[in-house]
């Protein structure tokens, strides 16, 4: 599977560490599958990252 900035995968967030200017996003995207981004914490934010979100196709 390629995978780009477009690209989204429906799951469900898990875990979100944030760093002074990159932080971590768990995300569950079943099957016991869990993925982690490394994005801006000016992204985590702009995007309301948080604990239980989910997004579905």
């Known amino acids: 599977m390629k995978l780009s900035a477009r690209n ?3 799951g469900k ?3 979100v560490q944030k760093g002074q200017t ?3 996003v ?3 995207i079943g099957n016991g599958v869990v993925i982690t ?3 801006t914490t000016a992204a985590i934010d ?3 990252l948080s604990v ?4 579905s196709r």
């Open 13 to 15: 967030v898990v875990a």
């Open 8 to 10: 989204q995968i429906p």
């Open 37 to 39: 981004s490394s994005i």
């Open 46 to 48: 702009e995007l309301g």
């Open 26 to 28: 768990r995300i569950d």
């Open 22 to 24: 990159t932080g971590h």
């Open 52 to 55: 239980g979100m989910t997004r």
